[in-house]
């Protein structure tokens, strides 16, 4: 993939950097998609059925167990070169925001320090009667672990669709897409809002776009670079050529 000078000049003078992640960069971890349809015993269903108070409502042990699959999943992968590379990134300019949607701790396990998680974390739960966040919770096999303050029914620290995202991480995330030079958006179908809403906020207030995804999607088009093909094997490219240019390295010379 050849990364256009023009970008790696624009990262060279940049003071603040902005990324909106999506399920796309931890795709090459082995975690599915959201939109990918469903692997194995989960195929039948699709995602938006399972991720709504609705649907734990009327069946808690279906949704409880699709959070369990996803976390012994979780267990069994790692974070990617695109984690990997984004965490190293964040220590080259002097503001750098990471804003995720994802819920699977990737980017913290690859060493990003500033993460902001819109959507929560399935590492987490939470009482669904009073909220209550609980960090872990004995083995209960199938039946659903209870709220140890009041024995409520324990749902997972995520939020689901029709469900209002946490104030202060969407003022964050705002925040950084209005006050950044350049906002990367990593890995997104750009479907879902409010998050699919940062990358036009950041372009509307004269931000650089800048897309990573191998496929098209609602903003390619407003995207001013666009960089088509999987993040893990971009994100490593641009790291280095952004490097090269911050602090180039004399050629090696045998
Ligand atoms: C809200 C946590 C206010 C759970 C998630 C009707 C009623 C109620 C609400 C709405 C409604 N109509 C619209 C809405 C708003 C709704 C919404 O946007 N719906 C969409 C479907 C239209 N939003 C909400 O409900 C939000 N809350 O608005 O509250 C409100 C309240 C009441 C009533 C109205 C409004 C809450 C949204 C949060 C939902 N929770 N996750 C869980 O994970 O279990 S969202 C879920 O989708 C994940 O977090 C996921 O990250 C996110 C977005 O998907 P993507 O990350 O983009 O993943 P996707 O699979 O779509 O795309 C992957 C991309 O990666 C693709 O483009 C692919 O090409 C690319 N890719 C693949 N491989 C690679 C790659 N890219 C790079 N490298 C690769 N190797």
Request: charged share 20%.
């Amino acid at each position: 993939m050849t990364i256009p000078p023009q970008l790696i000049s624009r990262f060279a003078t940049a003071k603040r950097v902005t990324v909106l992640t999506g399920a796309g960069v931890s795709a090459e971890s082995g975690v599915p998609t959201f939109r990918d349809a469903l692997t194995g015993l989960w195929s039948k269903f699709n995602p938006e059925e399972l991720a709504t108070p609705g649907a734990f409502f009327r069946n808690p042990n279906l949704v409880w167990a699709w959070y369990e699959w996803r976390r012994k999943l979780l267990k069994q992968v790692e974070p990617n070169p695109a984690h990997l590379a984004l965490a190293q990134m964040e220590r080259m300019f002097s503001e750098f925001n990471l804003i995720t949607q994802n819920v699977d701790g990737l980017h913290q396990r690859a060493g990003s320090r500033n993460v902001t998680e819109l959507h929560g974390n399935i590492a987490r739960s939470k009482c669904s009667e009073e909220g209550t966040i609980i960090n872990s919770w004995p083995e209960t096999g199938t039946e659903i672990p209870k709220c140890p303050q009041c024995g409520g029914l324990l749902r997972p620290d995520v939020v689901w669709f029709g469900e209002d995202l946490p104030v202060a991480e969407l003022k964050t995330a705002e925040t950084a897409a209005i006050n950044c030079d350049l906002f990367l958006s990593i890995g997104t179908s750009a479907e879902v809002y409010p998050a699919a809403g940062l990358p036009p906020l950041a372009r509307q207030h004269q931000a650089i776009l800048v897309e990573i995804n191998p496929d098209v999607t609602t903003i390619t088009k407003q995207a001013h670079f666009v960089l088509a093909g999987p993040a893990g094997e971009i994100m490593p490219q641009l790291l280095a050529q952004i490097q090269q240019a911050i602090s180039p390295q004399p050629p090696i010379t045998d």
